[in-house]
C-alpha cells in the first residue's frame, strides 16, 4: 500500500495539471471552438459537439495509422483486449504523437486489468490532448477502483471542467461526494 501511494499520488497530480481545459490539443486539430461550446452550461447538442470531437481527435493524419486504431476498436468490441493492445502497440510506434492511439490502448489495459500501464497512457494521452475528457474518466475511474476517492474526485473534477454535461462524470461526482463526506479533500 505505501508503495502505491507513493508512485500514484505524484502520477495523479501530474495528470491534474496537463489536463486544463484552456491548453489547447497538440495534435494540430483545430477543436478549440468545439471545446468551447462544449463547456457552454446551456448545451443542448452535447452529444453532437462530444462525436465532433471524437472524430477530430481520431484523425491521424496516416491511413495506417488510423487502420491500426480501427482495428483496435474493433477488437476492444469484441472484448479482445489482447489484440487491440498489439494493434495499439503497433500504432504508437507508427505514431508516437497521436494521442488517441495512447488513450484507445489505455482503455485496453484497463479491460486487461493492467492499472499501471492503463495509467502511463492515460499520462501519455494527456501530455498530447490536455483537453482528452475521455483520458480523466478512465484516470477517475482507475483511482476509484483502487479506492483513490480523493484522486478520483480530483480526475472526475476536472473532465467536468472540459465537459460538464456527461451523466457518468455528475454521477461519479455525487458517488464521490458520498464517499468523502467528512473526509478532506
Same mark, same amino acid.
Given at each position: 500500500?505505501? @508503495? +502505491? +501511494? @507513493? @508512485?500514484?499520488? #505524484?502520477?495523479?497530480?501530474?495528470?491534474?495539471?496537463? &489536463? %486544463? #481545459?484552456?491548453? &489547447?490539443?497538440?495534435?494540430?486539430? *483545430?477543436?478549440?471552438?468545439?471545446?468551447?461550446?462544449?463547456?457552454?452550461? !446551456?448545451?443542448?447538442?452535447?452529444?453532437?459537439?462530444? $462525436?465532433?470531437?471524437?472524430?477530430?481527435?481520431? $484523425?491521424?493524419?496516416?491511413?495506417?495509422?488510423?487502420?491500426?486504431?480501427?482495428?483496435?476498436?474493433?477488437?476492444?468490441?469484441?472484448? !479482445?483486449?489482447?489484440? &487491440? @493492445?498489439?494493434?495499439?502497440?503497433?500504432?504508437?510506434? %507508427?505514431?508516437?504523437?497521436?494521442?488517441?492511439?495512447?488513450?484507445?490502448?489505455?482503455?485496453?489495459?484497463?479491460?486487461?486489468? /493492467?492499472?499501471?500501464?492503463?495509467?502511463? *497512457?492515460?499520462?501519455?494521452?494527456?501530455? +498530447? /490532448? #490536455?483537453? %482528452?475528457?475521455?483520458?480523466?474518466?478512465?484516470?477517475?475511474?482507475?483511482?476509484?477502483?483502487?479506492?483513490?476517492? *480523493?484522486?478520483? $474526485?480530483?480526475?472526475?473534477?476536472?473532465?467536468?471542467?472540459?465537459? #460538464? %454535461? $456527461?451523466?457518468?462524470?455528475?454521477?461519479?461526482?455525487?458517488?464521490?461526494?458520498?464517499?468523502?463526506?467528512?473526509?478532506?479533500?
Amino acid at each position: 500500500m505505501t @508503495i +502505491r +501511494r @507513493i @508512485i500514484l499520488n #505524484p502520477v495523479v497530480a501530474a495528470f491534474v495539471l496537463l &489536463a %486544463h #481545459p484552456a491548453l &489547447a490539443d497538440t495534435q494540430g486539430n *483545430d477543436t478549440s471552438e468545439l471545446l468551447e461550446k462544449l463547456r457552454e452550461p !446551456d448545451l443542448e447538442n452535447w452529444q453532437r459537439v462530444e $462525436r465532433q470531437l471524437f472524430r477530430e481527435w481520431s $484523425r491521424s493524419g496516416s491511413a495506417s495509422a488510423d487502420l491500426l486504431l480501427q482495428r483496435g476498436r474493433a477488437a476492444l468490441q469484441r472484448g !479482445d483486449a489482447s489484440a &487491440a @493492445i498489439e494493434h495499439l502497440s503497433a500504432l504508437i510506434d %507508427h505514431a508516437p504523437d497521436f494521442a488517441e492511439g495512447w488513450n484507445t490502448r489505455a482503455t485496453a489495459w484497463f479491460m486487461a486489468r /493492467n492499472y499501471g500501464l492503463a495509467l502511463n *497512457d492515460i499520462r501519455e494521452t494527456l501530455a +498530447r /490532448n #490536455p483537453n %482528452h475528457f475521455a483520458a480523466l474518466i478512465g484516470l477517475g475511474r482507475i483511482m476509484e477502483d483502487l479506492e483513490r476517492y *480523493d484522486d478520483a $474526485r480530483r480526475a472526475w473534477d476536472a473532465a467536468a471542467a472540459i465537459h #460538464p %454535461h $456527461r451523466r457518468d462524470v455528475k454521477a461519479a461526482l455525487e458517488r464521490l461526494d458520498r464517499k468523502l463526506q467528512g473526509t478532506s479533500l
